[in-house]
């Protein structure tokens, strides 16, 4: 096999790909003498209505082939994987690296520490631009890889290197070309106690200010688990959470002056920090998060719910007649971290006392995390264990998707059915958006 080559996993019938001959199971090695690194390449440099394709059939046998397609239509393949030359990795050594406060003996593909900037770009990866080389910066510039999403953290070259490691500066040089080449970043701070905060905050945004390029900036605080011990807190107490929200206050009105919109954003967790019993009264309104570029960061999650949650009242009242008719009560599994919201939007909604929230503790990871797509199963077996005992309970529990990968595992390696054996109340696996999920419990009861 090649070093590098695209695996096709299917190929639409009548389409040019299929009347050129490629079936499933082939390799595509080249496009008109262009080898194939990623998805990238193959859609730049199929970009023409003709191209020429090298292949090698399941067989081993290589071959040519010619396609041609009408103006717009697709070439009609469906590829394995978006990077087919191997994920480019991280060499940093970042103090507050998630992936280093994982637990021993989950599944490896979790261990992975990618820091490639093609799924920075095809998947919204943050990356640090410590292991982009030359050649990799001229194709970014090039092809126009824009934007990406790019970890500043700090500029000050001491606190930098404290944070990312002995390539801190490379990176941040690599940034700084990257934009006088015209190509656009979304960047993220992770804030860590006494270390990037305060007045190294406020440099790192002026940095980012000084150049048009950046989109954005996120300001996410730390997360640590129990499998380590360098950290004990973050911006948990309401003092802290809203010192950081005045840090970067001067910031949003400059820039909703100049730009039009706030430019910096506080993950969610910072204002459910800051204000734990009234989340909601202090929380952004919806035009303010624009159009949830940063939702994946934890930025307008909150928002994004209650806005949904708002416009599903219909499905709100059907879902509470149909319980109330039917004398059940559904669980609700959920992380902590949305208690401070959930509890105030089912106590104002005819669901209240028939849709019940679970706040699930995160003793698997432990630490500071507390949202519900990091839960493992045994963490939500154990908490319907406890709500079962002494009899009661729900009728029905219902898990969101998030708690799942795409295989249909949680992060500990349970399925539903694994989940659903080692239970005594009927499980659901339930959409993440209220006007799906809603309807979805209705259909549960009906």
Known sequence: MPPSSAYIAEVCPGSPADDAGLRAG???????GYPLRDIIDWRWHAAADSVEVVYEGADGISGVAALE??????????????????????TNACVFCFMRQLPP?????????DDDFRLSFLQGTYITCTNITAADEARIVEQHISPLRVSLHAVTPAVRAELIGPYAAYGLAVCERLLAAGIELHMQIVLVPGVNDGEELKKSLEWAW??????DVAVVPLGFTKHQDRFSSSYDDAPAARQVLADIAPFQERSAIERGGPWVFAADELYCNAYPHDVLGHLPPADYYGDYELFEDGIGMIRATVEAWGAAQAAAALLAKRLSAASCTIGW??????????????????????????????DFFGGNVNVTGLLCGADILAAIEVLLQGGGGPDIVAIPSVVFNECGLTLDD??????????????AVVSCNPTDYLEEMAALVS
């Open 105 to 113: 003996g989950m599944r490896p593909s979790l261990y992975l520490r």
């Open 69 to 90: 397609r009408d103006p717009g239509e697709s070439w009609g393949l469906g590829f394995e994987d978006i990077v087919f030359d191997g994920v480019m990795t991280c």
């Open 333 to 362: 599994i959920a992380g902590c971290a949305q208690r401070g919201f959930l509890e105030p939007l089912l106590a104002d909604s005819p669901l209240y006392g028939l849709l019940v929230p679970l706040f699930v503790r995160n």
């Open 210 to 215: 000084g150049h048009p390029g950046v989109l």
């Open 26 to 32: 082939c390799r595509v090695t080249s496009v008109d």
């Open 414 to 427: 349970m399925s539903l059915e694994d989940m659903q054996s080692a239970c005594k109340v009927r499980l």
